[in-house]
């Protein structure tokens, strides 16, 4: 069986070609998954629907043995340093360091230190501040992970 990805959740475009090629359809919020046995000239599918399409390669997903991601505002709600740093009352301090790696003043890893190194003696119950009232998992993370 072969997976169909379309980058649109136009259900007409998906039910025509899903009529044609007696494709399985998937809806979800950002797309539409064709599931079919047959195989399918996707140049054509665009081309006809102006649509952009592309196949999902067959994972095993039970094989899959790590999982790396980027956690501040991507697999968790917030930005971690910031979060400590404002429990710990030195927030302004990293957000102006912040503010220079933005400007291009700093260096990823020269900000990183500068901005770690000002935690630095802090309490661990900080830490659990911080995890307990503001760290939250962003929506679909627990299943993406799962």
């Given at each position: 069986m072969r997976t169909i990805i379309q980058h649109s959740?136009?259900?007409?475009?998906?039910?025509?070609?899903?009529d044609t090629y007696h494709?399985?359809?998937?809806?979800?919020t950002s797309h539409i998954r064709l599931y079919t046995d047959h195989k399918i000239d996707l140049d054509v599918l665009r081309q006809t629907h102006s649509t952009d399409f592309n196949?999902?390669?067959?994972?095993?997903?039970?094989?899959?043995?790590?999982?790396?991601?980027?956690?501040?505002?991507t697999l968790i709600n917030i930005e971690c340093i910031d979060e400590i740093a404002d429990f710990a009352n030195i927030k302004p301090q990293v957000a102006a360091i912040t503010?220079?790696?933005?400007?291009?003043?700093?260096?990823?890893?020269a900000s990183l230190i500068e901005r770690v190194s000002l935690l630095k003696g802090l309490d661990i119950s900080v830490l659990d501040k911080v995890y307990i009232e503001r760290l939250q998992v962003n929506p679909g993370g627990k299943d993406l992970i799962e």
């Open positions: 959740t136009d259900i007409q475009v998906a039910t025509q070609i899903a494709c399985k359809i998937k809806h979800y196949y999902l390669p067959t994972l095993d997903f039970s094989q899959i043995k790590l999982f790396v991601s980027d956690m501040d505002s503010e220079r790696a933005m400007q291009g003043e700093l260096d990823f890893n």
